[in-house]
């Protein structure tokens, strides 16, 4: 299977001034990130809060400029074109934001968010098609024609995510970066959102890259997952039911809420303090916290390897 979008050595640096007079400081948000996603399946990204997760997402479509490596999409490396070039490329790659109330602008009716992407890319579309284009977006979402004449504050948050889905699909791009997208809804409705995606997916087939902090919904709705610790992938898990390798993957696993009393098990309390993004250690960054560790976790960082199965790992211990 060839793959949509390739990463190769990606990194991303944010510098801040510690106080007024204070040194610069630097944090590498993202480092060193090798990953290929697929074309047609669904990749997904995982970790805890403030892993690189959302800055790894806008990296991929050139929301921001990495600090060093490479964004190949379909072939064509995205630092290499023109502000023109990567305008008409972004009709092929959209983004669905985490928070719906945020990401339509409130002056905006629906009709009009929808046929914003037009707009912005210069396509221009009769009264008679831009009414058709609007019905048929909203169609595709599964909500009325009548929806179009409404503005954000009349909506729901899970009818603001599916305008935000429609939107993302209005151009009809190939790739879909997908934040967090069903975490700021009740859990009814996050179930409506997955499913809708899944339709979707199958339907116009989409290639997705997932990002989630809930390890059980990527396992759930992901092809492949891909776990990150403090800017770094720590572990790729060829398929979901795949047992982890990495000790972090296992913490997350084991973290996960299970409904079924029966199938709850005692979680195991993790000690040792998260290290500073702004100084990180010379070995693994999840050493501090791992039960596994050693001087060389400590002092050595572990190399990516890939067993037969395509199950990627960085640990000098594994599972």
Known sequence: MSNLLELRGLDKRFESRKGLFGKTRAMMAVSGVDLDVPRGRVT???????CGKSTLARLVLRL???SAGEVIF?????GSLSPSALRNLRRRMQMVFQDPYSAI???YSMAEALLEPF???????????AQAKVAELLAMVGLGAQMAASYPHQLSGGQRQRIGIARALALKPDFLVLDEPTASLDVSIQAQIVALLEQLQADLGLTY??????????????????????GRIVEIL????APPRHHYTRTLMDSNFAPDPAQRRQIKRLTGEIPSAFDLP???AFAARCPAADDTCRRVRPEFTTDAAGHAHACHHPL
């Open 119 to 129: 707009r912005i890319q210069g396509i221009r579309l009769s009264a008679a098609e």
């Open 64 to 66: 921001l400029k990495p």
């Open 44 to 50: 997904g990204v995982v970790g805890e809060s403030g």
């Open 105 to 107: 602008d409130p002056r």
């Open 282 to 284: 010379k070995g693994c």
């Open 209 to 230: 890259l997932f990002i989630s902090h809930d390890l059980g919904l990527v396992r759930y709705f992901c092809d492949r997952i891909v776990v990150m610790y403090l």
């Open 238 to 241: 060829p398929e979901p039911k």
């Open 74 to 78: 379909d072939g064509t490396e995205l």
